[in-house]
């Protein structure tokens, strides 16, 4: 290569980094859309309506929520997989995210090669309620019952790989009882279902039954937060009523296409901090039931890895692996 065409390759390939660098600068130019790979009114959506404004001001630009449901959330985080790297389309997700490697055969995607990690938002523990008429009252009754007769205390979960399928898991395993799992399409049809007494038990983030805890429709038995809930103090952790390592939080974070620039991510993870970190936004997610989280994108990703190696050994020992 002579030494004018190697120059030309040099200023070519200067002038392409100058414009990817231009870009990044200037992002966002145009709205930004936020995937939630579920149906509206779940948690996932919940959380990503009710940031959404508070990112626009931060940004500059429309935070526009696109719900994309079906299959647990695979289709609505690989079309984020397949979307350009710009920034402009991003997935929001909880903890059926790194699980689903585990629970899903031939998965499309890889969730450390095909995502950037942007930051974590929110985080939630779930609660064990129960059918009205169900004969336990502690969670020392519930094993108790759950031993007494094996496999045929229900459970019912919204979401195959879910927060209330892995704290049921959990459970189970930490406790040494066997209970029969009844996967239902949506959390709304399993609370229907455990307030008509057809399902024993379920697990549930406390602001989604604490209406009908309150009228004595479903009994709440013990949060797997570390501590007891400020929304519900007389209610006990699963850590103080004898099985302390049932501690199980659900983790929303965003994610963004491989490839996306490391200043476009940046802004994004600033922006995200900043609405959740706002005392206002902190306030309206704790009355909803969530607790705010602010952090780097590189602990997001620590977060992440944790959780996949965490829950995917819990899953492979409870033999429902699928990937």
Do not use: C
Request: net charge neutral; charged share 20%; no cysteine.
């Amino acid at each position: 290569m002579d030494g004018m065409m190697r120059r030309a390759f040099v200023v070519a390939g200067l002038s392409a980094l100058g414009g990817a660098s231009a870009r990044a600068q200037d992002f966002p130019t145009r709205p930004v859309r936020l995937v939630v790979p579920f149906s509206a009114g779940g948690n996932t959506d919940a959380i990503a309506r009710v940031i959404g404004p508070k990112v626009s001001e931060a940004l500059g630009q429309t935070i526009v929520v696109e719900n994309r449901p079906s299959q647990s959330g695979v289709v609505g985080a690989d079309a984020v997989a397949r979307a350009a790297p710009d920034g402009y389309t991003i997935l929001i997700h909880d903890t059926t995210f790194p699980v689903s490697p585990t629970l899903t055969r031939n998965l499309p995607h890889d969730i450390f090669r095909d995502f950037v990690p942007v930051g974590n938002v929110a985080g939630a523990p779930t609660t064990l309620v129960v059918r009205a008429g169900l004969l336990a009252r502690t969670l020392a009754e519930v094993v108790a019952l759950a031993k007494a007769r094996p496999g045929a205390i229900s459970y019912a979960t919204g979401s195959v790989g879910g927060t209330a399928h892995l704290a049921a898991l959990l459970f189970e395993e930490t406790a040494e009882i066997k209970l029969n799992h009844v996967p239902y399409a949506g959390a709304g049809q399993a609370m229907n279902d455990l307030v008509g007494g057809h399902i024993d038990i379920t697990f549930s983030a406390l602001n989604a039954v604490r209406g009908l805890v309150e009228d004595g429709k479903v009994r709440a038995i013990a949060t797997t937060a570390a501590e007891r809930l400020p929304a519900m103090p007389s209610l006990p952790t699963f850590r103080e009523s004898g099985l302390p390592a049932v501690v199980v939080s659900a983790n929303w974070g965003l994610y963004a296409p491989a490839g996306t620039p490391a200043p476009v991510v940046a802004k994004l993870n600033a922006a995200f901090r900043a609405a959740t970190s706002a005392p206002d936004m902190r306030a309206e997610l704790e009355r909803r039931g969530y607790v705010a989280i602010s952090n780097t994108p590189e602990e997001h990703a620590r977060i992440l890895r944790e959780e996949y190696e965490k829950w995917g050994a819990i899953i492979r020992r409870a033999g429902i692996a699928q990937g």
